[in-house]
Structures are given as C-alpha cells and as structure tokens.
C-alpha cells in the first residue's frame, strides 16, 4: 500500500480508499450486511485505512455499516472515515440540500450511525445552487474548530464553486468523478487542486464495475441498480466500452503481467488522482488489491492507453447521469 499525507491536515491516508456507497444497497440493487462487513475488514487487512461512506447510501445503513466494522474490531483510532453531509432524502427521493439546519442535523446523525464522535473528512457531497457555499464552508468551518471533524472536502465542486466555498473556510480534499473512461478534471478540477494543494481523492476508479474486466454483454442488473440507467451501460456504447476494456486488459497482460482492473486503478493513481476511492461489497473484491502497488505506468503506456481509448470508444458519455436534483427541480 501506498501512503499520503493531506496537505493542511494530520491525516495520513491510504492511496486507496474504501467506497461503501454498494453495501448500503440503494442504487446497487440491495445489500448484505455481514458480507459489506467483512469487505471493510479484509481492505484493513490489506492496508487500505480510508473508509468513505455516506448518509444518503441507503440512507443510513452504509454509515451503520462502517461503525460496526470498526466497532467489531476495535480500531476507529486506526482507521480514517470519509463521510458527507448536504444531500437530503424524502419518499427515497434525494435532493440537494446544503441549509445550515440540515448539515447540523444530518452530521449529527452520522455520528450516531457511525458509533463515534468525529469523523476524518466531512465531504459536502454536491454543491447546492440555493445556499451560498460560504455560509456552508462557515458550518463545517465550525465543526473543524470544535475537533468534531479534522479536513473538509468538497464533492462534485467545479474550481469556482470551491473559489466560492473557500471564502467562508478551508477546503483540504475534493472528490469528483475520475476514471479512464470518465477524465473530464483533467481541464479543469485536477490542475486547480494541484495548484491548491488540495487532495484530489477520486471515485469510480473501476467506472462503477466497467473496468473491473467481469461486465459482459449478458449481465442482468437487480432492482434499483444504477446501471440500469447508466448510459454507458446501453447500446451501442455498452459494446464499444467493453472493446477498450479488452484491449486494455491485453494490453495490461502483455505489458505488465496484470489486468484491466489493475491497469484501471494504477492508471487512476499514476495519471494525477493523490486517492483512488474503490467500491466493493463483497471481500474477494478486495483481492486484487495488493497487485496494485509496486509497479507504475510510464509515458509509453499513457500513450498507449489513450490511442486503446480514442480507437475503441466513439461516443463517450460522461458521469453526469448520477447528478441529484436541487430543492427546486
Ligand atoms: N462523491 C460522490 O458523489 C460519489 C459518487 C460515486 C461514488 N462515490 C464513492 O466512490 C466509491 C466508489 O465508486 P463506485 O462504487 O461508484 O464505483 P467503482 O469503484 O468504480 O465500482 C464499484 C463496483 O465495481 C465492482 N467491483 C469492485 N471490485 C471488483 C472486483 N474485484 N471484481 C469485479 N467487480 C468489482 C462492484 O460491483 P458489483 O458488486 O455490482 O459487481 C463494485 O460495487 C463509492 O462507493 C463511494 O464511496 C462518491
């Protein structure tokens, strides 16, 4: 495993973090609890020390998850939690909502779910246009004051949303979308956060299972599952996806004795992300993790990847599907 300090901050984090957003179900089709929970304790054993989880993932259970894993193991003192307030929920329908009343609420209740009282990241989850984002920066502003929270993060904040944001208090870590099928930071986000010595911590390394080498064609989606809706799961693009994914998989074997879901996430930490966020919710996902480390991708094989990537995919389509509405949609 690989290690980072975050600018600003005491944490000391893993390049790897844990995504929970599955093992709360909502969006993934339903969960399993004692399976999530022993996904969170074989990351752990595998270094992983970063777990990013959510109110609105399951409304409830991701954060009820993750204080049991650590509850069960006795390590909160070891182990760094991610977690995010300013999206609110009514009849499971989300929406934005970055009101003062709310994040005090809703962190409160984090704290319950999570069996702690405070936690490593406090993320805004999604910039929310009826508030002023200095007045939310205030809020969090205070909870870092108060020792209830150690960094603040912005989620899905584009470079002026956090200019505006950091008017009212520090940023230390944004979180947006970021893949090899999904670069759309590269103009903007990613040299702003280096430029800031923000921590660029990015989710969806494996492209919600796209780049983890088993999606197939035939692969059927259960209940609410966002890949039902995901565009990049449709024809024809679903096909032209899965063509880069093999290509890149050969190309990972010949090259470095690895594979497309190796490829993916070194190719995350090589090409400018300082955190790759990792999903999963079963433990043997969290098996190829160790062959992540102790190898890097040279220019050579930048320049090979993107020329897989502009010769397979003809109708790229970004993240933007997974946008909540705000209060007033
Ligand atoms: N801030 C935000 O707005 C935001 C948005 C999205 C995500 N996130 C965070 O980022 C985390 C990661 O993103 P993500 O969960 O969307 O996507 P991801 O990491 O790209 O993909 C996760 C999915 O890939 C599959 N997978 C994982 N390991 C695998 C393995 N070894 N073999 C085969 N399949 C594997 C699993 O799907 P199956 O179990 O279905 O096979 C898993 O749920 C989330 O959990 C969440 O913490 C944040």
Redesign the pocket.
């Known amino acids: 495993m690989e290690y980072i300090r975050i600018s600003g901050t005491e944490l000391e984090v893993s390049r790897i973090a844990l995504?929970?957003?599955?093992m709360g179900g909502w969006m993934?089709g339903g969960t399993d609890e004692e399976q999530a929970i022993n996904t969170i304790h074989a990351a752990m054993e595998k270094g992983v020390n970063l777990i990013?989880?959510a109110p609105v993932y399951g409304f409830g259970l991701s954060e009820e998850i993750v204080g049991k894993a650590l509850a069960r193991k006795k390590c909160r003192d070891r182990v760094c939690i991610s977690t995010?307030t300013g999206l609110d929920w009514k009849d499971g329908k989300v929406f934005r909502n970055c009101s003062p009343d709310f994040i005090k609420r809703n962190f409160a209740d984090s704290l319950k779910n999570l069996q702690t009282d405070y936690v490593d990241i406090l993320?805004v989850?999604?910039p929310d246009p009826l508030e002023p984002f200095e007045e939310t920066a205030r809020v969090l502003n205070q909870f870092l004051k108060e020792g209830q929270i150690r960094a603040v993060g912005v989620?899905?904040y584009s470079p002026e949303q956090i200019q505006a944001f950091q008017r009212g208090g520090p940023v230390h870590v944004v979180?947006p979308?970021y893949?090899l099928f999904e670069r759309e930071i590269e103009a903007d986000l990613m040299p702003f956060s280096k430029e800031n010595h923000l921590a660029l911590m990015s989710?969806?390394?494996?492209?919600?299972?796209l780049l983890?080498g088993?999606v197939t064609t035939e692969r059927e989606y259960q209940g609410d599952d966002l890949r039902k809706t995901d565009p990049k799961f449709k024809q024809p693009r679903l096909s032209q996806y899965l063509a880069a994914v093999k290509l890149l998989d050969q190309f990972a074997w010949q090259r470095f004795d690895r594979r497309v879901?190796h490829l993916a996430v070194r190719w995350v930490l090589d090409h400018g992300a300082d955190i790759a966020?990792?999903?999963?919710?079963?433990p043997d996902?969290m098996?190829?993790l160790p062959e992540i480390f102790g190898w890097r991708l040279d220019q050579t094989a930048m320049h090979a990847i993107d020329q897989i990537l502009q010769e397979t995919i003809r109708e790229p389509v970004g993240p933007e599907f997974?946008a909540p509405p705000s209060r007033k949609h």
């Open positions: 995504g929970t957003w599955a993934w990013d989880t995010k993320f989850h999604w989620s899905n979180q979308p893949n989710y969806g390394a494996l492209c919600r299972g983890s088993k879901l966020l990792w999903g999963g919710r079963s996902q098996d190829p997974m």
